[in-house]
């Protein structure tokens, strides 16, 4: 049974920090493709930053320069280390896993076979 873990979340001052952490567990890590999505209240989830199996790296525009994606494949987790953070990042953040790797459309929650249960993140002004 796939599950996927996330911690790390709470409440930071605005231009604060944070750093997520997805720990995976039913699956061979290294294989999987491994993504952040995020959710505010009222609006739909959306794509974060990916790292895929490959190693290589996508962000969503509004967080580029800001956050950083990375795995340990060893401990079966992925993290996300968020810095400049603004009232805006405040939502719920999601880890997801696919197959997938190489060229494949990462922002598409479709694409993704397993999620998390999310930690909630709220920036405060």
């Known amino acids: 049974q796939v599950q996927l873990v996330e911690a790390g979340g709470g409440l930071v001052q605005a231009g604060g920090s944070l750093t997520l952490s997805c720990a995976a567990s039913?699956?061979?890590?290294?294989?999987?493709?491994m993504a952040w999505f995020r959710q505010a209240p009222g609006k739909e989830r959306e794509f974060v930053a990916v790292?895929?199996?490959?190693?290589?790296?996508d962000y969503a525009n509004s967080v580029k320069g800001r956050f950083t994606s990375s795995r340990d494949n060893a401990k079966n987790t992925v993290y996300l280390q968020m810095n400049n953070l603004k009232p805006e990042d405040t939502a719920v953040y999601y880890c997801?896993?696919?197959?997938?790797?190489?060229?494949?459309?990462?922002?598409?929650?479709?694409?993704?076979?397993?999620w998390g249960q999310g930690t909630q993140v709220t920036v405060s002004s």
């Open positions: 039913g699956l061979t890590f290294s294989r999987w493709s």
């Open positions: 790292v895929r199996k490959e190693g290589t790296r």
């Open positions: 997801a896993g696919t197959i997938w790797g190489g060229i494949y459309d990462y922002t598409a929650r479709a694409n993704y076979n397993y």
